[in-house]
Structure formats: C-alpha cells, structure tokens
C-alpha cells in the first residue's frame, strides 16, 4: 500500500503531466506542492512501518553471500552525493543528466545486492523500476527545473562532502545483512533440532 501511495504520487507527471499542470494552475503552485508533500510522507511512513512489521518473518528469495552484502556498501558510496548534486548543481549534474534518479538506482540495486527478503525485493525492485521508468520518460516530456544553488564548479566538491557526510557505514552494517539472512537458516536449526530429539524420544520409548 505504501510503495503504491509514494511511487504513485511520484509518477503523476510521468502518466499524466498535463493534469498535474491543470491542478497547479487550479491550486497554485504551494498548495500542490502541499498536498504533494504530504501523500508522499503518508506514502513513505506506510512504507517504513510496513517493512518493519514484515521484513523479519518474511520469505527469503534468495541469500545474497556476504562478499555480495559488502559491494553493496561500495555501491552506497555515490548515492548521497548524486542526491545532493540534484540541488548544487555542477559537473556531476551535467554528466549524469538526472543524479537524482541515479541515486535512486543505485540505491536500490545496492539493496537487492544485500537482502533478498520478499518485502526487500519488492520495495527495491519497485523503487528502481520507477526510476528506470521516470528516466526514459524525461526524454519524451519537458523537464523541470529543481530548485537548488546556482550552477558551479565548486557545487561538486559541496555535494561530495556533504554526501560522503551522510553517508558513514559502522561495523554494525557490515554483519546487518548476514543477520538477517541468519535468521531463518537459525530457525530452521532449531525446528531440525526439535524434530530430531522428538524421533529419538520415540525410539528410546
């Protein structure tokens, strides 16, 4: 439901821009951006409690192995700088065209890297489908511009350190993926272990 309301609310100029345009002509331009804001928020708090109510008991697709969990940290490494590059634009803006966009596919196979739970592969797929389809959008539709800083050389160096900030990887998200994909494997053990002293009970009676 989550995924459906934020992405949803997200790809209004992509299924139909010139509604959008009609509805920013009707409630000007703030109120939109204010209901805009507050479907996406109600969209993403769906999200985060949903996948926290789920993601633990959930089905597993696939275990990615650890080496696969640590690339996906290295993939993590451009994606707060991409994001921030979207506002200070420079010479990563004028290479990549749209880093916001590329931050989010980054993120998201960064993910499906690092957790092939069912709720995980869902959200991420989702989020980069979503983004690979706004992408190939933008070349049929006019783009707007995104409110930010003047362009300048030295808006890379300001979105670089500003994102590298952001992002600071602890020992702890090294082993938060092998956690997860432990869980269940622990589980089954004990379900094996359980069985197992049951069939020997039986015998010895």
């Not at 690339?71 to 707060?80: A, E, K, R, T």
């Not at 960064?110 to 069912?118: F, I, P, T, V, Y």
């Not at 707007?144 to 362009?151: F, N, T």
Request: glycine share 6%.
């Amino acid at each position: 439901m989550g995924i459906l309301v934020f992405l949803g609310v997200h790809s209004i100029s992509i299924v139909n821009e010139p509604w959008r345009d009609r509805m920013v002509s009707k409630l000007g331009i703030w109120s939109w951006k204010g209901i805009y804001s507050l479907v996406s928020l109600f969209g993403f708090i769906l999200i985060v409690r949903g996948y926290e109510t789920v993601s633990y008991d959930s089905t597993v697709l696939y275990r990615p192995p650890l080496w696969l969990q640590h690339l996906s940290l290295l993939l993590m490494l451009p994606v707060f700088p991409l994001l921030v590059a979207a506002y200070f634009p420079g010479r990563i803006k004028a290479v990549t065209k749209h880093p916001m966009l590329l931050s989010v596919k980054f993120w998201s196979v960064a993910h499906l890297l690092a957790s092939g739970s069912l709720p995980g592969v869902i959200l991420f797929f989702s989020c980069l489908g979503w983004a690979v389809w706004d992408r190939i959008s933008l070349q049929h539709r006019q783009t707007r511009p995104v409110p930010g800083a003047p362009p300048s050389p030295v808006n890379d160096i300001i979105a670089c350190v500003i994102g590298l900030g952001l992002y600071r990887p602890t020992p702890e998200c090294l082993r938060i993926g092998s956690k997860r994909q432990e869980r269940i494997p622990q589980r089954d053990r004990q379900k094996a272990q359980t069985t197992a002293t049951d069939r020997n009970h039986r015998y010895d009676t």
